[in-house]
């Protein structure tokens, strides 16, 4: 049997005001550069957050 290529991967959903990995999410590899305005729990409020390579 040949191998399936995955073509998603698992990335972390960072805040940029304070660090914090918040979310874990699976994407393409194309997507890696993703911006998502998400809600932090250590700030309390709607944060942009950056995918990151988990």
Same mark, same amino acid.
């Given at each position: +049997?040949?191998? !399936? ?7 972390? &959903? ?12 699976? +994407? ?5 550069? &993703? ?12 944060? +942009?957050? !950056?995918? !990151? !390579?988990?």
């Amino acid at each position: +049997m040949a191998k !399936k290529k995955n073509p998603v991967e698992v990335y972390q &959903l960072i805040c940029e005001d304070c660090g914090e990995r918040n979310y874990v999410v699976r +994407m393409k590899k194309e997507h890696k550069g &993703l911006h998502i305005r998400k809600y932090c729990s250590k700030t309390r409020t709607h944060t +942009m957050h !950056k995918a !990151k !390579k988990a």
